[in-house]
C-alpha cells in the first residue's frame, strides 16, 4: 500500500534526525565532563555543525512531502500512526520555519554560553556574563518570532518544554502552591527541631561512588545502557538506548551526591522505560519536561527520603562508612536526609523550600520577556526575590544569579517544569499507594519493581500520547493541581518537625 510505504519512509528520516539528535547530545554530555578547558571554541564550531547538519535532516522537502501524502489518507492510518504523523508536522513545521544560520548562530552560542557562564559564575562576575545572556534572551525571542509566537514569547518558551501549558496557566498553580507553602515554611523553620547535617563529615569519595552506584543499580537503572559520571551541575542527557547522567561530589556533603544521583536515576528510568523499538519518534518520547521532571523527583523524594526507603538501606550506608556515621543516631540521619533549613542555592534546597526556588525564577523569566526587567538589572531583582521568598540575601551573585546552568544555553521557559513535576509527582505517589497500599513495605524490603513497572506501564509507555495536563487526569484522575503536594510535604514534614 501507498501509506504503508510513505509511513515506512517517515519513520527512516525521524531515525536519521533522532541519531543526529543523539550525536549532538553526546557532543554536549561530553563538553560537561571531558572537554579539556582550551577546546571550547571547537567544540563550539562542532556543535553548529551538528545543528545545522540535523537541521537540514528535519526541514527535507521530502519529509514535507511524506506528511502531506500521509495527512491526505490519515483514515488509513491506525491511532498511534497518526499520533507519530501529529507529533512529527508539528515538529517539521518549526523547524522549517527556523532559518538554517540561525540555527547554526543559536547552537554556537549555546556552547559559548555554557562557557562564558562557568567562568562567570566561578568569578562571581555577572557583568561579564551580562552580554552573553542578553545574547541568549535575544535569540529566544527571535526564535519565538519565527514560529509566530512573537507576541507571547515566554509562552513559547514554556510550550516548548511542555506542550500545552502557559505562563496564565503556571501562575494560577503557582499562586495556589504559593499560598500554603510559605506560612508551611515559616511553621517548620520556627520549629526548635534542628538537623544536624555536620555530623556528616569525611565521607570518601570513591567509597559513595561506590554506595550510590548500588542504590541506582537497585532502584533499576540498567547500566549496561547507560553510566555516570562528574560534572559541574549534574544533569541526564540520552536516550534509553544510551543515557548519561552526572552527579557531583562533597566528601562533607554524602547526601549532596546520593540525592542528586537518584533524581538523575528518574530522568534515566523514564528514558530506559520509553518504548525501544520507538525512541525516534512521539510514541517513544517522553511527554515533557513537567512529566520529566516528576519522575526524578517522585525517585528522589517520595521514595528516597522514605523512612522506608532508610530502613533497607541505612545499614548498607553504616557498614559502607562506619567511622562516619558511628556516632550518629537513625533518627538523627533521617532528620539530616529530611532536613529544611533555606538556602540561597536551590540545587541544595530541600524539597519543602525548592519550590519558592523555581517561582522566583519564573517570576523573573517573566518580567524579562515582557521587557519589564532589563538583563543588567537582574542581579538586585534576584536579590530581593531572594529576601522575599527565601528570607535569604546572596552575599555574591555566584550565590545568586549565577548559580543555575539553564540559562547559559538559553533554556529559559524550563525552570517552571521542575515544580509542575513536582505537582505530578506527589499525585503519581498518591494513586500508586491507593492502588498499591503495602507499597512503603516493598521499599523497605529492597523491592523497587512494582513501583517502576507500574510508572512504565503508565507514564513511559504512554509516550508523548498526551500533554501534561491530560496525563495528569489520564494517570491520577485529577486535574494537575498542587494539593497532592502540599498533603505529601505536611504528611511527611510537620510530624518531623511540629508533632
Known sequence: MRNRSAYDELLSHLQRIHHLETVAGLLGWDEQVNLPPNSADLRARQHAVMAETRHAAATATSLGELLATLEQSAAEL???????????????DRATKLPADFVREKAAQSSIGYHA????????????YAPVLAKNLELAKREAAYLGWGDRPYDYMIDKHDPGMTAAAITKLFTELKAELVPLVRR???????PQRELLRGFPVEAQRDFLREVTEKLGFDYGRGRIDVSLHPFCSGSGADIRMTTRFNADEPLDSLFSSIHETGHGLYEQGLPGAHHATALGQAAGMGAHESQSRLWENQVGRSREFWRHFEPRFRATFPQQTAAVASDELYLAINAVAPTLIRV??????????????????????????????LPAAWNTLAQELLGLTPANDREGVLQDVHWSDGAFGYFPSYCLGNMLAAQLWYRALELHPKLPEDFAAGNFGWLLDWLHENVHALGKRYP????????TGEELSPRALVRYLQERYVPLYCS
Open 188 to 194: 517548620i523553620t520556627a520549629s526548635p527541631v534542628k
Open 78 to 92: 491506525d491511532a498511534d500512526q497518526r499520533i507519530v504523523v501529529r507529533e512529527a508536522r508539528r515538529d517539521y
Open 117 to 128: 557562564w562557568a567562568k562567570a559564575r566561578a568569578a562571581a562576575d555577572f557583568a561579564g
Open 468 to 475: 501534561l495536563p491530560e496525563l495528569a487526569r489520564r494517570v
Open 348 to 377: 541544595d534546597a530541600d524539597e519543602v523550600t525548592y519550590n519558592l526556588h523555581i517561582i522566583l525564577r519564573f517570576e523573573i523569566e517573566q518580567r524579562l520577556f515582557a521587557g519589564t526587567l532589563a538583563v543588567r538589572d
